[in-house]
């Protein structure tokens, strides 16, 4: 059996939602993690990390864009914890069985009915 490497191997923008739901799937299938990960449980893990992310934030009021104050390593945490974040968002959606990039891209055509353009101009002052 391979020994797949979970290096990046690309760069951000060429990893689709599908590759990394493959190599998640990967990841936990040989390491027997298959069994524990319930929609349930996999739906706490996710709600401990965004805590976690919350955290970073909890004590440092509002932040600029781009986080231009911030040292390389509150950088390094904050992607290590919205990587969390995301990880177990997409191994929650397949283990339910669910196309993420699909329920996203068709909740922002809703948003985007729901909310259009016009009447959002015609509120501001």
Same mark, same amino acid.
């Given at each position: 059996?391979?020994?797949?490497?979970?290096?990046?191997?690309?760069?951000?923008?060429?990893?689709?939602?599908?590759?990394?739901?493959?190599?998640?799937?990967?990841?936990?299938?040989?390491?027997?993690?298959?069994?524990?990960? /319930?929609?349930?449980?996999?739906?706490?893990?996710?709600?401990?990390? =965004?805590?976690?992310?919350?955290?970073?934030?909890?004590?440092?009021?509002? =932040?600029?864009?781009?986080?231009?104050?911030?040292?390389?390593?509150?950088?390094?945490?904050?992607?290590?914890? =919205?990587?969390?974040?995301?990880?177990?968002?997409?191994?929650?959606?397949?283990?339910?069985?669910?196309?993420?990039?699909?329920?996203?891209? /068709?909740?922002? =055509?809703?948003?985007?009915?729901?909310?259009?353009?016009?009447?959002?101009?015609?509120?501001?002052?």
């Amino acid at each position: 059996m391979e020994n797949r490497s979970y290096e990046p191997e690309k760069t951000a923008k060429d990893v689709s939602l599908q590759e990394l739901r493959d190599r998640l799937a990967e990841f936990a299938r040989v390491r027997g993690w298959e069994q524990y990960h /319930s929609p349930r449980n996999l739906l706490l893990a996710l709600v401990g990390e =965004v805590g976690e992310l919350s955290e970073i934030f909890q004590w440092k009021g509002e =932040v600029e864009r781009g986080l231009p104050n911030w040292s390389a390593a509150e950088r390094e945490h904050l992607e290590e914890e =919205v990587s969390d974040v995301l990880l177990y968002l997409v191994r929650l959606a397949d283990v339910c069985g669910l196309d993420l990039g699909h329920a996203a891209v /068709s909740k922002l =055509v809703k948003n985007a009915n729901k909310y259009p353009v016009a009447a959002l101009t015609r509120a501001l002052p």
